[in-house]
Each structure stands twice: as structure tokens, then as C-alpha cells.
């Protein structure tokens, strides 16, 4: 087989899982009708629907930058439907704040913003959990060699 053949194959077995995968996208519209799509800067595409908010069985906890000492924590709260991640809407609710003087994590009033969204109530276990493992600690206790 010539090396062109081999390249035109190559792409229509790309093109044929990428086909794939939005259909298995498509499908998640009959479960959640008011499913929308967003992305991140860096063009990671991320699915989020109002009908996950009470349903979510699974979190996500992230920064809301990588590089600044005192970013927001955030709750990403989802389902697994069809090996995709849908997100509930909003997509992050901000819990915390990064521990300046340290390490971990101060609290906001997170439970209401939770409560408010209609996120499903299991969930707080798992943020309790989070801040109960991840207490604000100062860096001057920590004895240096």
C-alpha cells in the first residue's frame, strides 16, 4: 500500500472517531435539553447543564489560576453520562480562598452559594471533607533545616 493510501486512511479513521464522538455528544441533548458547551483558554471544551445541579454525584476541586498564590478555590460539580463529564451550571462555585500565610485553605460561605444553585446535597460531605483535610496552615510552623 503506497504511503499516500496509508495517510488517506489515517485520516478518515480520525475522521470517523471524531464522528463518533460527537454523536455520542448529540446524544447527551435527549438527557439534558438544556446541555451547552464552553471552553477554557486553552480551548478545552467543557459540557454544563442546570439539570445536573440536583443530580451531580461526583466533584472536582480546582484553583482559579495555577500560578497565583491566592486564588479562589472552586467546586466543580458533575455527572458521568457516556464517559463525558457534565457539569452543573454554573460550571464552579467559589468554596475558598488559598491560605496566604501557607498552606491549604480558608472557607467562604460556600454551603449557601451550594444551596442556592441547588446542587445536590451529598456533595457538601465531599467539601467538608476537602477543607477537613486541607486546614490552613502557616508556613512559619513549619521548622526549616
Known sequence: MS????????QID???????????????INIFPDIKESSDRWNRKYYFSPSVNSIATNV???NSC??????????????????IRVYS??????IGDSY????????????TEL??????????????????????VNSEDFEED
Open 3 to 10: 504511503e499516500f493510501i496509508e495517510k488517506i486512511e489515517k
Open 14 to 28: 480520525e475522521l470517523q472517531s471524531k464522528i463518533n464522538e460527537l454523536e455520542k455528544t448529540k446524544s447527551l
Open 60 to 62: 472536582e476541586f480546582r
Open 66 to 83: 495555577g500560578c497565583c498564590s491566592d486564588a479562589a478555590l472552586l467546586v466543580y460539580c458533575y455527572v458521568v453520562e457516556s464517559g
Open 89 to 94: 451550571s454554573p460550571q464552579a462555585v467559589c
Open 100 to 111: 496566604v500565610s501557607g498552606y491549604g485553605y480558608t472557607e467562604r460561605e460556600w454551603k
Open 115 to 136: 444551596e442556592k444553585n441547588n446542587i445536590n446535597p451529598e456533595l457538601f460531605k465531599e467539601v467538608e471533607k476537602y477543607f477537613k483535610e486541607n486546614p490552613p
